[in-house]
């Protein structure tokens, strides 16, 4: 108090010229001190303050609000509540914590899951109706008698010889349409396939000509029952045109199917010229 009352310059007076400085710097430090020390009141007081203020508050909320069903509050300890906005409070009965109801997830369409295992087959349905008689075979030798056969001479006649008419590319069966010889009937022109009446080994050959001019190739495959017997390829190097041909002999049984099916490529279509032709006949029966 002394320091606060008395003038600085009279103070000056007093105090020797080279403590001067030492005397600044106490009374410095004693001014900040004192400031500290009544900072720290305030806070405490203010602590005290909400101590007391904070459980009237909720005490008079609660008792206020207890005939309302619209929310109610309960105190946890000295300065945390809860509210429970989804029960109403009822007088006599302990607060308790209540879950939001679940989310609405009606609109939001969720992952597929992983495939079951397949179910038992079911029984057998009732039978069809009888198919469409077949084709006629061939015709059998003579019986026995005069002008009879030798049975190692016998071979029935089958064969045929078509052209293709049409382009084709891409994977199709080729179907030549432009039929010269089909003896028996057993070649198909409206798919492309030879369909054996007779058990026995035949022979088969095919050539085609691809239609080039921008860099690609063709492959022809001759097939029996879908499977591949043999394949034919032509590529374009530095012409439009050039042909893919093979040759086979099968063993047949009644029923099977030969064809020639492309695995890429384009075919060139001739019209009436025959540039892409197919034939096969029966060499001897079974």
């Known amino acids: 108090s002394l320091f606060l009352s008395t003038p600085l310059s009279t103070l000056a007076g007093t105090i020797p010229p080279k403590g001067e400085e030492d005397f600044l710097a106490l009374a410095a430090s004693r001014l900040s001190r004192r400031k500290r020390v009544i900072g720290a009141a305030v806070g405490v007081a203010m602590v005290l303050i909400l101590l007391v203020a904070i459980p009237l ?8 609000g ?8 309960e105190m946890l300890g000295s ?7 989804y029960t109403p409070s009822q007088h006599g009965q302990e607060l308790t914590a209540v879950s939001p109801p679940p989310p609405d997830f009606n609109s939001r369409r969720g992952k597929s899951g992983y495939r079951g295992p397949p179910g038992i087959p079911g029984p057998p349905g009732p039978r ?8 006629p075979g061939p015709q059998g030798p003579p019986g026995p008698g005069p002008n009879g056969y030798v049975p190692s001479f016998y071979s029935p006649k089958i064969a045929f010889y078509a ?8 994977s199709d069966v080729l179907k030549f349409d432009d039929v010269v010889t089909n003896v028996g009937n057993y070649y198909e022109p409206s798919t492309g396939k030879f369909t054996c009446p007779l058990p026995g080994i035949y022979y088969f050959t095919y050539h085609v ?3 080039g001019g921008d860099g690609t190739s063709m492959w022809a495959d001759l097939k029996k029952n879908g499977q591949v017997r043999a394949s034919a390829i ?11 041909s093979n040759s086979v002999i099968l063993h047949l049984d009644v029923g099977d ?8 490529g384009k075919v060139h279509g001739g019209n009436t010229n025959k540039y892409s032709t197919f034939s096969g006949f029966l060499i001897y029966p079974d």
């Open 57 to 64: 508050l909720v005490h008079s909320t609660k008792g206020g």
């Open 66 to 73: 207890a005939g309302s069903a619209g929310s109610h509050y």
């Open 79 to 85: 300065c945390r509540m809860v509210c429970d906005p």
């Open 128 to 135: 069809g109706p009888p198919g469409e008689p077949g084709k």
């Open 163 to 170: 052209g293709l008419r049409k382009q084709h590319e891409g």
């Open 209 to 211: 000509l691809m239609r």
């Open 234 to 244: 032509a590529q374009d190097a530095d012409q439009n045109y050039d042909y893919a």
């Open 257 to 264: 199917e030969v064809c020639v099916q492309l695995d890429g």
